[in-house]
């Protein structure tokens, strides 16, 4: 459920560039969603997390796919920045410098993918909260995850 509610966030805010303020308004949560997040919570409190790591584990997982919208924004606001760097990189490893390592990568890189980025991202983070809090019994054990 954390997974999804994540997700959900990350694609309707890349979808909808000019909700982002809202999220950050001052007014507080509308009923609907504090629903969701009130059943969220007893299922992590369920599954062994105690209070102050359940809003952790919440907290960490929304504010990486709030802060991966971000920062795609950033890299594809003027064009694909990304895509760009990725050129400058290997143009970069035409000639000898001091940047042996970046060259490298970028040499073996045929282009950036955002997906890939965030799926790795939300996986680290909830295999790792997964391994760190849930009950050793309740845990997915490779069960397939939300997509």
């Known amino acids: 459920m954390l997974e999804g509610m994540a997700r959900g966030i990350y694609r309707v805010m890349r979808e909808h560039p000019h909700w982002t303020p809202l999220v950050a308004h001052d007014s507080g949560l509308a009923p609907s969603g504090l629903v969701l997040i ?3 919570l007893g299922l992590m409190l369920t599954d062994g997390f105690v209070p102050e790591d359940a809003l952790r584990a919440y907290g960490c997982v929304m504010s990486f796919a709030l802060g991966s919208v971000q ?3 950033i890299m594809t606001g003027a064009g694909d920045v990304a895509a760009k ?3 400058f990189l290997k ?3 035409r000639t000898p410098g001091p940047y042996a390592n970046v060259v490298s990568v ?3 890189v045929d282009r950036w993918r955002w997906g890939d980025v965030v799926d790795l991202g939300f996986e680290s983070l ?3 909260i997964e391994a ?3 009950r050793p019994e309740r845990r997915l054990r490779g069960r397939p995850r939300a997509t």
């Open 126 to 128: 909830l295999t790792g």
């Open 106 to 108: 970028a040499a073996k």
């Open 38 to 40: 009130d059943e969220l």
């Open 132 to 134: 760190k809090y849930v």
């Open 85 to 87: 760097r990725l050129a």
């Open 91 to 93: 143009e970069l490893g």
């Open 71 to 73: 920062f795609e924004r």
